[in-house]
Structure formats: C-alpha cells, structure tokens
C-alpha cells in the first residue's frame, strides 16, 4: 500500500517531524470489542507480531488515529507502550501498535504502570470508567464520592510527567455510559451522574496544578 509505505519511509528519515505518542488507559485505549484482547508485551527491539494474526480492524480509538494519517499526509506519528495486543494490521505496518492499555484496570491498578519507562513526546490518558463502573455495581446508589479516583488520575498525571520530563499529558474527560451489552439501562443514568461529577473534578484538579506542570 503506497499510503501505508510513505508512512513508514517518513517515520524512518530524519527530515520527517514524527512525534512518539504513548496511549495510556483501560480498555477504552486497548480497543475493547475490536480484538480477541490477547495481551503481547514488548520485550524488547525487533519483536514479532503477537502468535495470532493481527486483526483486520480495530484497535480502538488508537486505530482511527493510524487511519486520519494514512490518509492525511501531514500527520506523522508512531506509538509507544508495553505491550501490542489489540491493535490491527495497518497499526503493525505503521508502527502504532504500542500502548498501555489495560482493561478492566482501575485507576489504582494503574499507579505502578505510570511508573514504567517512557521517552513519548505525548501521553494519551483516559481513565476512571472502570473505577465508577465497579463502584456503581456496588453501591448501586450515587451516595458516594468521587474525589478519591480523580486524587489517583493525579497521581498518574504527576507519575507520568515525572518519569519521562519531555512528555505532555493530554487528559480525557471520560465517556458517558450507554445503556447496551455492559451496563443496563436502569443503572447508566446513576452512572452517568458520577462521571459528570468526576469530569468536572477533573477539570477542578487540572486548573489547580502548578503553572510548571500545568504547562505540560
């Protein structure tokens, strides 16, 4: 594929501007429902694809993103993570197969991962869903509070800023709920009320940072 190739030519010469990007969350960033979610960690340069062929599609929204620049020829980038699994063909030819995506994980399960090497020049983070939808599964009742999982997003943000100082870390606002195959409809508008409570605190805490980190 000619598009495919000059992605791949550009990402290899130096007179391309090819930014490194570092998608870190749950299964929203793995692409859940798009693969067999077979996990393949990085061991290190020059790895084969994972023991199963790469799926034909999906990947999340990681895999609309290699799609905008095989069809943008202004937009070059590649990806890094520890771990493949998830990620489509166009992804292994364009080199964007890498991620941090963990599904199921909660934001406290992913404390230790933010600790792990990276030398990205952009982090992607969206996390929380897991944490509310375990939460709410609980509780099932909206008489408890948020503040403690956007205390533990700020963490990651602080974990990833401090373990590689070139990154800048865009924040996702989480998605809403939608009433279908994981969550009933009786029990996404209670859901939902604590992800609209936990984006604004999101917004709250990012306002508040210091200018240095507030920069990045």
């Given at each position: 594929?000619?598009?495919?190739?000059?992605?791949?030519?550009?990402?290899?010469s130096s007179t391309c501007d090819t930014l490194t990007i570092?998608?870190?969350?749950?299964?929203?960033?793995?692409?859940?429902?798009?693969?067999?979610?077979?996990?393949?960690?990085?061991?290190?340069?020059?790895?084969?694809?994972?023991?199963?062929?790469?799926?034909?599609?999906?990947?999340?929204?990681?895999?609309?993103?290699?799609?905008?620049?095989?069809?943008?020829?202004?937009?070059?980038?590649?990806?890094?993570g520890h771990q493949n699994g998830g990620s489509n063909l166009?992804?292994?030819?364009?080199?964007?197969?890498?991620?941090?995506?963990?599904?199921?994980?909660?934001?406290?399960?992913?404390?230790?991962?933010?600790?792990?090497?990276?030398?990205?020049?952009?982090?992607?983070?969206?996390?929380?869903?897991?944490?509310?939808?375990?939460?709410?599964?609980?509780?099932?009742?909206?008489?408890?509070?948020?503040?403690?999982?956007?205390?533990?997003?700020?963490?990651?943000?602080?974990?990833?800023?401090?373990?590689?100082?070139?990154?800048?870390?865009?924040?996702?606002?989480?998605?809403?709920?939608?009433?279908?195959?994981?969550?009933?409809?009786?029990?996404?508008?209670?859901?939902?009320?604590?992800?609209?409570?936990?984006?604004?605190?999101?917004?709250?805490?990012?306002?508040?940072?210091?200018?240095?980190?507030?920069?990045?």
């Open positions: 594929n000619r598009q495919v190739s000059a992605i791949i030519d550009c990402q290899s570092q998608p870190f969350g749950d299964s929203i960033t793995f692409g859940i429902g798009f693969a067999d979610n077979t996990y393949c960690p990085v061991y290190g340069p020059g790895q084969n694809p994972c023991p199963k062929t790469p799926v034909a599609w999906g990947g999340g929204y990681r895999g609309w993103m290699t799609l905008i620049m095989k069809n943008n020829k202004n937009i070059f980038f590649k990806t890094q166009l992804q292994w030819q364009a080199s964007t197969q890498s991620h941090d995506g963990y599904p199921g994980y909660r934001t406290d399960q992913m404390t230790g991962k933010s600790k792990m090497p990276s030398s990205a020049d952009i982090t992607l983070l969206h996390a929380g869903t897991n944490d509310i939808y375990q939460l709410a599964a609980a509780k099932l009742d909206t008489n408890w509070s948020v503040a403690p999982i956007a205390d533990t997003l700020f963490t990651i943000v602080n974990n990833l800023l401090s373990t590689n100082p070139k990154t800048k870390v865009y924040v996702a606002k989480i998605i809403r709920f939608f009433p279908g195959e994981f969550v009933l409809s009786y029990v996404a508008a209670p859901m939902n009320v604590k992800v609209d409570q936990y984006n604004h605190l999101i917004e709250q805490k990012w306002n508040a940072l210091p200018p240095a980190l507030k920069s990045r």
